[in-house]
C-alpha cells in the first residue's frame, strides 16, 4: 500500500477505551488511533479530514492535559447542523476517533459505555468545536481556519480539468501531489490553523 509519507510524520492521538478494556480488545484499554487509520476510514486526505483529526488531537490534548483522553467520555458539539458543508465529514472522523454519536451509537450495557447522544448540533458557540468531559464537566472550544495555507496556483486549472473528464494521467497525479501538499502544510502548521481556548 503506497501513501504520502508524511501521514507516518501525523501524531497519534492516544485514547483509553473502557468498554474495550471491559470486551478484552486492548489491555487496559489504551490504544491509538493514526491518521493513516482515519484516511482509510474516510476513503481520502483533505483539509476537512486533517482538520477534523486535529480537531481532536489538539482539543483532548488541552483537555486532559497529562491524562489519557477516555473515549466514550466526551461530549461534543458544533455550532452548524449536520447537513450544513463539512459538518457531517468532521462529525464522522471525530466519531471514528472519540466514539461520540448523537443518536446512532453504542447504547452501551445497562446503561454503561454508551456512545449515543454524545455529539449535539446546532449548538449556541462561536468556535468549529466543543469537547466536554463527561466526568469534569470542563470544556474546550476549538477553532479550526486553513484559509491561511493556500492551495499551489496549478490546482485550479487542473481541477478544471479533472471536472470535465479532459486531465491526462499525468495532471491527475500532479494534481493529487498538489493536494496533499496542501494537506501536510496544514499540519506543518497546525499551531497557526488550530487555536484552542478553555470554556
Known amino acids: 500500500m503506497k501513501y504520502p509519507k508524511f501521514f507516518d510524520d501525523v501524531k497519534s492521538i492516544r485514547l483509553r477505551d473502557k468498554l474495550s478494556m471491559v470486551l478484552g480488545a486492548f489491555d487496559d484499554g489504551i490504544y491509538e488511533i493514526s491518521y493513516l487509520e482515519v484516511v482509510k476510514s474516510a476513503g481520502h486526505s483533505c483539509p476537512t479530514v486533517m482538520g477534523a483529526y486535529l480537531?481532536?488531537?489538539?482539543?483532548?490534548?488541552e483537555l486532559y492535559k497529562d491524562f489519557i483522553p477516555v473515549r466514550g467520555e466526551v461530549k461534543?458539539?458544533?455550532k452548524e447542523s449536520l447537513e450544513d458543508g463539512v459538518a457531517g465529514v468532521i462529525a464522522n472522523?471525530?466519531?471514528?476517533?472519540?466514539?461520540a454519536t448523537s443518536k446512532s451509537g453504542f447504547k452501551g450495557l445497562n446503561g454503561n459505555f454508551a456512545?449515543?447522544?454524545l455529539m449535539?448540533?446546532?449548538?449556541?458557540?462561536?468556535s468549529s468545536v466543543r469537547f466536554t468531559?463527561?466526568?469534569?464537566?470542563?470544556s474546550v472550544d476549538v477553532f479550526y481556519d486553513p484559509s491561511s495555507i493556500k492551495p499551489d496556483v496549478n490546482?485550479?486549472?487542473?481541477?478544471?480539468?479533472?471536472?470535465?473528464?479532459s486531465a491526462d494521467a499525468d495532471e491527475l497525479k500532479e494534481f493529487g501531489e498538489l493536494w496533499q501538499d496542501r494537506v501536510k502544510r496544514i499540519y506543518e502548521n497546525k499551531n497557526s490553523v488550530v487555536k484552542v481556548l478553555k470554556v
Not at 480537531?55 to 490534548?61: H, K, N, R, V, Y
Not at 468531559?133 to 470542563?138: G, K
Not at 490546482?155 to 473528464?165: A, D, R, S, V
Request: proline share 2%; net charge negative; with cysteine.
Open 120 to 126: 449535539n448540533f446546532n449548538v449556541d458557540i462561536s
Open 155 to 165: 490546482m485550479q486549472p487542473l481541477m478544471q480539468k479533472i471536472l470535465t473528464n
Open 76 to 78: 461534543v458539539e458544533f
Open 133 to 138: 468531559r463527561l466526568d469534569t464537566d470542563e
Open 55 to 61: 480537531l481532536c488531537s489538539e482539543g483532548l490534548a
Open 115 to 117: 456512545r449515543h447522544s
Open 93 to 99: 472522523t471525530i466519531t471514528q476517533i472519540i466514539g
